[in-house]
């Protein structure tokens, strides 16, 4: 209950810092007999690894995955499983001033508060670092999903929106062949520039990501606390540095009326079809069968290498100016994180709607 | 597990429809020694009371709350409190159209995907009328709050936006004067008129909420998973006709920069202060002691006096008409729930907080 | 998180006190459309209900329940389903004297010192009036386990031991034929003569139960916490008054050895058999397919009508000697609860099993 | 909630098998600011390392325990702290014959039914090997209760019993003077020649555990289902082998009288004092200040190199026989682990109690 785990039946609980000799997760709820290795969960944590590209942190981690538990000759036993990351670069780096001086727009000061202690090498626990161990949950997420659905489905994450520069096009093919993960080749190019802008004035910009999943069943969710979107707003409110979720319409909804919200229905060949999918795919908490989509508003990385006004662990006026290799974008490697909590609150509520209903 | 309850220390567990004999829940974690009788909760219960406007439903519930268990002599004793309402007014209407037919957006279809038996009179259990019970479950968090804290503290929402009409007056004395709880007394009769508009187009409309909680001290919410933003943005998701949350700048944060974005700090003749609040009072899932900033998005009401497409239960295109008595703005009602549910997140992480720290 | 619930699919959470105005429960997890009306429920009730013969307490307490949600022309709806039981006989006694002096053996004084608040009416929520919510809470998990097993299936519980007087006689179809719930009529008139003989010499007797579960599927349990046995275990003895539980030969194996102890198997016409069973049903936390059994120790009533030396609400020595309605021996209405507790861990394992493998 | 944690605040949840890489686990709810190190649970591991004595499993694990986080210049950090323990003598034994038959008593059938898939290895994830995770978290435990408790307290758990061959004697200053954990020197020799006896034949011998922990405040424990002594005896039924749990009396309750049983009160220079503790220092699920004393039935080690009956993988009759390093009397190295698994239940419920009311 202390906060450091996530999911009901599909769960996995984290721990780790930024600069520890390495981070981990145990994995609950992965049935027997799902092909497992470690580079099933490897291919999924290189999307989200430090140093692909320009665009983020050089910081040199290979996050080498260990599977340590629940595997036996290649396949899942329906035990946790136990995964570890050794932290290759933790580099003996000079911590004096974050030691000493709260870094606005970091969780410094309240950990500082609360705690009393803290590890302040690069972080500690509240780094970005332990995003790691959700995209390697959410790999898992993926195998047990695609255990239990007979149909293709499919959980995409892309980059809309960096500072003011945003897209409408969606070509999720696209994703992938760049190194924002934007849905849009051609926003691409606008999208770097920006960042290139922020870095260059010692700045960095925020971005919105958007999230498709495509090919659920009706009925995921459980009114009317874990509703469905309850439970994303909830798993993707809880990545570092996202302010604000939004399914379906989100905030436009607020705008318009009640005859241009809804999602009419008719028949087709192929049973009952919307017309719209405003709502997101997502009705009263459960999901309707029609793709599930969300965004997320990531704030823009707090370190920048600009003198900011703050305050030292003694109370006093000063400033402080960010050194080293941080992302100046953190929406970037935000998108497969994205992707990896969705998949893991799919999951759950899958094997959640299995307990009490045929699927 | 299955979605009635929520909180981890202070819990509540809702049970009951809209149209069946009464609806009701159990809170946890009220200490014992807290003064209380059933008027405390009335008072809060009275403000989301359907028919007190024009601008909400006219259906008739007194919503007279009986505590049955947990108070003697006046004072809580430390046993959990069951709280019952009984449903006044569930007139024998005519439900045999929405029997049939599925409401564009509202949970029917789902509901009738996943249960295969559903209880249409109202929406049943997806019903708005829940939410009485969490306002009543909020005012017993504002009786923990206040045991345990010893300095003022205000947890206060207002309707914002309705429609494209907004404000960004916030007086927050205003609140209460007006059937809209706006804010802003200049505001309130564009907002009505966007009301009436819509009504009279047999139409609704969307709106936004901010909530504001301050007063609150530093090191609420448990990293990483159960952050106070994550919680708070589950708990507002959790509301009927949610459909977005954010936090502080929330998604203008996206568009931000760094160094706008970066709330500094200085000292003070009282400490350390904040020169700015882009993060709503909430950094690295831990409350920073500024004032808590949450704003929710709420579709218009689906139910509107015009015909719309739709299917029938047995899968036949039709068109359906919703008749009855409706709010035009669910946001309006929507304004005391936001602010209850806001009371549960902070009291349960602040005995959350007391398990392992000296508040 | 409080401690008033029990289960993590099917789930119930219980509020009420001896001599308020009402007990209630919420119970989740019942799938949709299970045929369910109050009687199913009171006929569970009845069994437990106090006055049924001269061994039990003759409080007259009808323990009426109603179902005040979850169910829709007599089928559940997949909602939660609130019960409600009206404490029809909180007659005016005198309780000055418990007011004001601990009744040894009892819950007064440890809640007078955690609560500081008690409500001494009756034992408040201490009272064993509170089991009459397991009892109804197990009905609903007998439902479940008919609605998913196809097979027959059977839990029952029979007193076993009166005092110093036992049985080995396990006759099931006896256990509803007398007031004790004795599995062998044989020993029903030895089992009374201990207990008029204890309420003659003013005092009470303790008990031993046995519940046997036969018909559940192997592979109920989830190692390595929420085992079977850890289950049942913490079911069984968050009973009222209970003081032992053991699982198959329980403390008998200390005494055996492994030879002894073993659950040797063989094929036979029907598949594998085992040719005892030491274990009771359960390996490594998990059902075996074979019965499975427990037992649980029942202290004496603590109330008896003869003085006993205690201390006042303010330290001083006393003396105090309890009058009227008890129950000599609380082990015999404890067997219907005992039951009740068993249906619902085996439910909610079920439930538990199911989402993630194919019963 | 799939079962591989326990607690509510001070949580641990564990991972891995007998003969994987290593196993692990993350502790939570852990407050900052506890000087920690890791010779401060290797300390409480070397107590239930195999190959102590000749009455343990020669297996040659070291057991050496490593700190990945949650511990920052030699204190906590009020992170999860995350453990690991490398196996270190998985020998390449000849598992041939337990891979393919069943052997009795043992996890290995309702395994294999249940996840069609196991690791055979020495019990996989059902060994005994798990339960040096169990030690590792209730060296913390008994941290936080020393970080909280300003009095001394002490857990303690002794051998009492072994075979028939039984003591009455408490002398908890021997408990470690001898290798079998026994608090009575004059037993020692009883119970070791039981044992040695036992390995003669081929065969295995049960025991019994008492537990004793003193110094703990009352009101510890959550009516009604989260009892102290029903999260007790979940706590210990989940240790491996454990088949009976009884608090204070326990069975011998059963066959006393109300009167007797009565843990009478009185005034005493140092307040209310008790003249006797039948109730195990529990009474209505709380702690009573009293020192609180359960104890424990352990199976035979189910491992004897005596052939038995049993079935094949694929359901024929044949024979086993075990060969290889097991424990003839696997009650002695579960005695520190019936003591971790009390300090976690009592501390966590210390922080449950800290959360409402003031300790």
Chains 1, 2, 3, 4 share one sequence.
């Not at 849905?183 to 290139?196: G, H, L, T, Y």
């Not at 009114?223 to 993707?236: F, H, M, N, S, T």
């Not at 079809?273 to 309707?288: C, D, E, K, W």
Request: with cysteine; glycine share 10%; aromatic share 6%.
């Amino acid at each position: 209950m202390t906060g450091n785990g996530f999911g009901e039946i599909f769960r996995f609980t984290t721990f780790g810092e930024s600069h520890g000799a390495a981070i981990g997760c145990v994995v609950e709820g992965v049935p027997a007999n799902i092909p497992l290795q470690e580079n099933d969960i490897q291919t999924a944590l290189d999307r989200r690894r430090p140093g692909r590209s320009r665009f983020t942190t050089q910081r040199n981690e290979k996050d080498a995955v260990q599977i340590l538990s629940g595997v036996f000759n290649g396949m899942t036993t329906g035990t946790p499983i136990g995964l570890l990351i050794e932290n290759a670069d933790h580099r003996s780096a000079d911590y004096s001033e974050i030691a000493q001086k709260f870094r606005p727009a970091h969780a410094d000061y309240p950990y500082f508060l609360k705690y009393g202690n803290r590890d302040y090498r690069g972080g500690g626990r509240s780094s970005a670092r332990e995003t790691a161990l959700r995209v390697a949950a959410g790999a898992l997420a993926v195998k047990v999903l695609r255990h239990f659905l007979n149909s293709p489905f499919d959980i995409t994450a892309g980059l809309i929106q960096v500072g003011s520069e945003k897209t409408d096009v969606w070509n999720a093919a696209e994703i992938n062949n760049n190194a924002l993960f934007c849905p849009d080749s051609d926003a691409v190019s606008r999208f770097e520039k920006v960042i290139d802008d922020a870095r260059a004035a010692n700045d960095s910009v925020g971005a919105i990501i958007e999230i498709r999943a495509a090919g659920f069943p009706a009925g995921l969710g459980e009114p009317v606390y874990d509703r469905l979107d309850a439970d994303l707003a909830k798993a993707l409110m809880s990545i570092n540095a996202v302010k604000g979720v939004e399914i379906g319409d989100g905030f436009a909804a607020a705008r318009s009326t009640g005859r241009q919200n809804a999602d009419e229905m008719t028949e087709s060949a192929n049973g009952t079809v919307f017309l719209s999918n405003h709502a997101g795919g997502i009705l009263g908490g459960l999901s309707t069968g029609q793709p599930i989509i969300a965004r997320i508003a990531v704030k823009p990385t707090p370190s920048v290498a600009s003198p900011l006004k703050t305050v030292s662990a003694d109370g006093r006026a000063t400033v402080i100016q960010t050194t080293g290799r941080h992302d100046p974008c953190v929406g970037i490697r935000a998108v497969p994180v994205a992707e990896a909590m969705t998949a893991c609150v799919l999951a759950d509520h899958l094997l959640r709607l299995r307990a009490q209903y045929t699927v």
